[in-house]
């Protein structure tokens, strides 16, 4: 999820947690509970620092060892033993608890994105992303504004931020229906399908659709059981040449090419004399475009000249990218 409803979700945890009678007896242990689950509830995104490094690393790292099952550990240990120096006359088992219940419920909403986490590390490396929730729901982050507003106001928080959850518990449930839905009009769409991905968008009933057969890929959008496809491309094998091989081993082609389960490629010769390798990830078409690209220019003696991976959505961009990547 984005950093705004992470926040929201931790001071509601931080609301809920009244329901624990040592929080709510105590006003020293309820504020250290407070700030322990809305740092809890940002702490794994600490990795976002990557992206100013550069986004093949960012992309390789973000939600990995940040999130993974140690992580989880020792988040709140450390958050924990901080606020306990601040606040010393709080609870530290319950301001323990009541943490990692915030560190834990980031973790947990982050493998309902199509982006995913790699929650089961160091047991595997596996990307956890089951699509159901798009990184910002209008209405995940509304109901959380809402009821932090009763609270305001004077509501019971227990009852407020409990029905809240019961809501969203519903709301996560019926979001997989949905999604069961539009992948079986995917199906009876395309017949002969290998692979289908349907993505969430920040509208309820609007989803993005990547999907391959055994010859083709195609893309498009749903709405409901309606599917239309925009794009169907021709499978072609990337040729095994050391050209391919070369870009491939680019730290930017790299990180796109384990990121990416379904993408198309590109090979062309620039008026520069370079030759251009592109990969192109089919699940984000947005306004005519696949933002979402992988780029490395390489000369006769397949020395890479300039590479570059990330979201870009125009051409001009990406050029411009590449040529800062270039001097």
């Given at each position: 999820m984005d950093s705004g409803t992470h926040l929201v979700?931790?001071?509601?945890?931080?609301?809920?947690?009244?329901?624990?009678?040592?929080?709510?007896?105590?006003?020293?242990?309820?504020?250290?509970?407070?700030?322990?689950?809305?740092?809890?509830s940002q702490a794994p995104d600490v990795d976002t620092v990557l992206k100013l490094r550069n986004?093949?690393?960012?992309?390789?790292?973000?939600?990995?060892?940040?999130?993974?099952?140690?992580?989880?550990?020792?988040?709140?240990?450390?958050?924990?033993?901080?606020l306990s120096l601040i606040v010393p006359g709080a609870n530290i088992f319950h301001l323990w608890l009541w943490t990692f219940l915030a560190v834990f419920l980031h973790v947990f909403v982050d493998i309902f994105n199509a982006y995913g986490t790699q929650a089961l590390r160091?047991?595997?490396?596996?990307?956890?992303?089951?699509?159901?929730?798009?990184?910002?729901?209008?209405?995940?982050?509304?109901?959380?504004?809402?009821?932090i507003l009763l609270w305001?106001?004077?509501a019971d928080p227990v009852i407020t931020f409990s029905i809240l959850y019961l809501i969203i518990v519903f709301y996560y449930i019926l979001r997989f229906a949905v999604q069961a839905a539009v992948k079986n009009a995917v199906r009876n769409t395309i017949q002969d399908e290998d692979c289908v991905i349907v993505a969430p968008t920040m509208r309820f009933?609007?989803?993005r659709v990547a999907a391959k057969s055994k010859t083709h890929y195609y893309v498009g959008r749903a709405?409901?059981?309606?599917?239309?496809?925009?794009?169907?491309?021709?499978?072609?094998?990337?040729?095994?040449?050391?050209?391919?091989?070369?870009?491939?081993s680019d730290s930017n082609l790299a990180a796109f090419?384990?990121?990416?389960?379904?993408?198309?490629?590109?090979?062309?010769?620039?008026?520069?004399?370079?030759?251009?390798?592109?990969?192109?990830?089919?699940r984000y078409r947005s306004n005519d475009r696949y933002p979402f690209v992988a780029v490395a220019h390489l000369d006769d003696?397949?020395?890479?000249?300039?590479?570059?991976?990330?979201?870009?959505?125009?051409?001009?961009?990406?050029?411009?990218?590449?040529?800062?990547?270039?001097?």
């Open positions: 979700m931790g001071v509601a945890l931080g609301g809920l947690a009244l329901s624990d009678p040592i929080v709510a007896q105590n006003s020293m242990t309820f504020s250290a509970v407070m700030a322990g689950t809305i740092i809890g986004n093949a690393v960012y992309i390789r790292h973000h939600r990995g060892i940040t999130h993974s099952i140690p992580a989880v550990i020792l988040w709140p240990l450390a958050i924990t033993g901080f160091p047991f595997s490396k596996k990307w956890v992303a089951l699509g159901v929730i798009n990184t910002f729901d209008p209405i995940i982050f509304g109901l959380h504004c809402i009821a305001t106001f004077g009933f609007y989803w709405y409901g059981r309606t599917v239309n496809i925009h794009d169907k491309i021709e499978i072609r094998p990337i040729p095994n040449t050391p050209l391919v091989d070369k870009a491939l090419v384990s990121f990416s389960p379904l993408y198309n490629w590109e090979i062309s010769e620039l008026p520069s004399g370079l030759t251009e390798v592109r990969l192109i990830d089919l003696d397949l020395n890479i000249i300039t590479s570059y991976t990330g979201w870009i959505f125009s051409e001009d961009k990406l050029q411009r990218k590449l040529q800062i990547g270039s001097s």
